[in-house]
């Protein structure tokens, strides 16, 4: 069965500094990947998505990730971070490819920022 | 474009009562998902319709869960007989077809059962 790994639970930086948020995935096939962030009481939001291609993939608000096929990883990361990405950040995998499929998510990144 | 639409955005029940979730899509998207988010079970897919027909149920809770989707503008997740571990964020999402298109989030229902 497929499924997604994020080994930390909180990570704190400061403001500033960059920033790797882990994702590790499990899947016979290579899924399409998805990083997702969650604001205080609202919905998810897609920062950025990989389906094929270059590895390196650009997101929204200065977000990068890299899929390595490889590691089953796929690392957010932002050079410079600001207090306001603190948030609640989802990796997450659509096992079959595809749109119309259902997205199983890992366990979810809390990121504070200090100022 | 306002986005997939969740109502009500809180909902308070007592156990034992009905709760009826709904969730419009964002126009011209013919997929519609609905997922539950816990602290304890983090976010898990309950159901998905395609063009209004249900396509995968394979998260949703064998008693007391019904999903429907009416026309294509809706969709409803009723939980009879809530009971406590019922309380959750209920999720929808909405996504067009036919290419790898992302899924996008509505805010959320918060149901609580006391």
């Known amino acids: 069965a497929q499924s997604v790994t994020q080994p930390d639970a909180r990570v704190t930086v400061s403001e500033g500094a960059s920033l790797q948020l882990r994702c590790k995935y499990s899947?016979?096939?290579?899924?399409?990947l998805f990083w997702y962030v969650q604001y205080p009481r609202q919905g998810l939001q897609l920062l950025l998505k990989?389906?094929?291609?270059?590895?390196v993939v650009q997101g929204v608000n200065g977000f990068e990730a890299e899929f390595s096929k490889s590691n089953s990883s796929f690392h957010l990361r932002k050079a410079s971070v600001h207090w306001s990405d603190s948030a609640v950040y989802f990796c997450?995998?659509?096992?079959?490819?595809?749109?119309?499929?259902?997205?199983?998510f890992g366990t979810g990144t809390l990121l504070s920022v200090k100022p | 474009n306002a986005g997939v639409i969740q109502t009500p955005r809180h909902k308070v029940t007592g156990k034992g009562q009905e709760a009826t979730l709904w969730c419009e899509p964002i126009?011209?998207?013919?997929?519609v998902f609905w997922y539950r988010q816990t602290i304890v079970q983090g976010l898990e897919f309950l159901t998905y319709?395609?063009?209004?027909?249900?396509?995968?149920d394979s998260g949703m809770p064998k008693e007391r869960f019904s999903a429907q989707m009416p026309n294509q503008s809706h969709s409803t997740l009723k939980i009879q007989s809530t009971q406590p571990q019922d309380s959750a964020v209920y999720l929808c999402?909405?996504?067009?077809?036919?290419?790898?298109?992302?899924?996008?989030f509505g805010p959320g229902t918060r149901l609580t059962v006391l």
């Open positions: 319709f395609r063009n209004q027909a249900p396509i995968d």
């Open positions: 999402a909405s996504s067009l077809l036919g290419g790898p298109y992302e899924q996008y």
């Open positions: 126009s011209g998207h013919s997929a």
């Open positions: 899947s016979s096939v290579t899924p399409y």
């Open positions: 990989y389906y094929s291609g270059d590895p």
């Open positions: 997450a995998v659509s096992p079959y490819g595809g749109s119309g499929n259902k997205l199983i």
